[in-house]
């Protein structure tokens, strides 16, 4: 089958600029530049008389953008064992339905990731479920690391570390273990960073205060900006020491971002997440538990930084952190309420209403949530819109309000911090390896995403 997707405005590698583009099979085959397009068979790349039209798709793209498919670097679909809340299947629906043709998993599930037979059942169960492509990160322990050694680097982006309590009791704090991990990881290495002690000092303070599940507003104050900067500060120390290829995941404070010089951004990158750039403290008031997060979501001084940072280099990637909860769970405050949210659905038209704030292009956008990721964890032949390079697309439509509703929302748990927000843009087309798996509202649930290769 070839597809031909005309009229729309590409983005991609730094322009944008009106053109179409062939699809020949799961492939980009043609990138052709300009308004003005032969027909509906492009005849100046082929000749409309060897084509028929059962062996033609021509999808209008007039008024619309045409991006390449986010590669969301940084979620928790919860399979196996958490499955009441959220599964490949639901979830990878709701990338689909979100322009996200590509996902990375965490390891903390049940069982967690943390064997080479648990990181090959999860492959086993995207193969058979997931709408869109996949991979999983190999989940680093205390006493693992011997591990790593064996771990195919064609077939997994990198290595999680946990140096900071977070759901699924991953925790990584010995001295010796880190030591042994950044001395001997290959593979890039992204870390979970907050200060286990100073969190729980900071909780049994509040504790004595307010009893024993303080409000949700106090989140920020026990999840701390110094329980962030300590932890971090420790990843950069040894990143530094044993020249390890270091992601901080979902940085949350200034202060954090200070740290990373300039000088060492070659082999330390930071990644932002939507709710850290969506939310702050202050939205504790009206959302409460629905935007509890580890790390916490900060003040609104941090989140103009952050803002700030995707545009001069400080931050490298975009994700969601995307963490499933029943809404039953949310309920509490800072000590009951689970952390997590799901956004995996919302983050690209979020990141779009920033592009219309002019917090940042939507070139940059872009190279935030595709191309910036497919470099860093060196993704094979996706993340651009290249020729030869597999058809990972989203089509976007500008000036067209739609409001999120729980009907709309594709994730299992049913909810979002967004429910009730107006978007002005809309995800109208998600194309995965060549297949059209989302069209104006509906998935494919037929279709099944393939196995991403790296290196």
């Known amino acids: 089958m070839r597809t031909i997707i005309k009229g729309g405005r590409i983005v991609n590698e730094g322009r944008t600029f009106d053109g179409s583009i062939v699809i020949e099979g799961e492939k980009i085959a043609h990138i052709i530049e300009g308004r003005e397009q032969k027909a509906e068979g492009c005849e100046d790349v082929v000749p409309a008389s060897q084509l028929s039209s059962e062996d033609i798709q021509v999808m209008d793209a007039t008024g619309c953008y045409v991006l390449p498919g986010v590669i969301d670097e940084h979620v928790h679909f919860r399979e196996p064992g958490l499955t009441a809340k959220a599964d490949i299947e639901s979830e990878s629906r709701a990338a689909a339905a979100g322009g996200v043709t590509s996902y990375f998993d965490m390891p903390n599930t049940s069982p967690q990731t943390t064997t080479l037979e648990a990181l090959e059942e999860k492959f086993t169960l995207a193969a058979k479920k997931s709408h869109v492509n996949y991979s999983f990160f190999f989940g680093a322990t205390n006493d693992n690391a011997h591990l790593f050694a064996r771990l195919d680097p064609h077939r997994i982006p990198g290595i999680k570390l946990f140096m900071g309590s977070s759901t699924g009791n991953m925790l990584v704090d010995c001295r010796e273990a880190l030591e042994t991990i950044f001395r001997t990881v290959q593979l890039p290495l992204m870390a979970h960073c907050e200060d286990t002690a100073i969190v729980q000092r900071n909780m049994a303070r509040y504790q004595e205060t307010f009893g024993e599940d303080p409000a949700v507003v106090y989140h920020e104050m026990i999840r701390s900006e110094e329980a962030c900067c300590q932890s971090t500060a420790k990843a950069i120390e040894l990143a530094t020491k044993y020249a390890t290829r270091l992601h901080i995941a979902h940085v949350s404070t200034a202060r954090e971002l200070e740290m990373i010089s300039a000088d060492k951004r ?20 009206t959302l409460g538990a629905r935007i509890k997060v580890n790390p916490s979501i900060k003040s609104a001084a941090d989140q103009s930084v952050l803002r700030k940072a ?10 969601t952190d995307h963490a499933p909860h029943l809404l039953k769970q949310k309920q509490g405050g800072a000590a009951r309420a689970a952390s997590g949210m799901p956004m995996i659905q919302f983050s690209l038209p979020s990141m779009l209403e920033l592009v219309d704030e002019h917090v940042l292009t939507i070139e940059r956008m872009v190279e935030l949530m595709a191309h910036e990721p497919a470099r860093i964890f060196e993704v094979r032949r996706r993340g651009y819109l290249r020729e030869g390079y597999q058809a990972d697309i989203a089509i976007v439509r500008p000036s067209s309000p739609w409001t999120v509703t729980p009907e709309g929302i594709e994730s299992k748990c049913g909810w979002s911090p967004v429910e009730g927000r107006t978007f002005h843009w809309k995800v109208e087309k998600t194309i995965c390896n060549g297949r059209l798996i989302y069209n104006n509202g509906i998935v494919d649930r037929s279709s ?6 790296f290196r």
């Open 266 to 285: 070659q082999f330390i990158t930071a990644e932002a997440t939507v709710g850290h750039l969506l939310f702050s403290s202050a939205d504790y008031q």
């Open 310 to 319: 995707l545009t001069d280099g400080r931050i490298s990637t975009v994700a």
């Open 448 to 453: 099944v995403g393939q196995s991403v290769l």
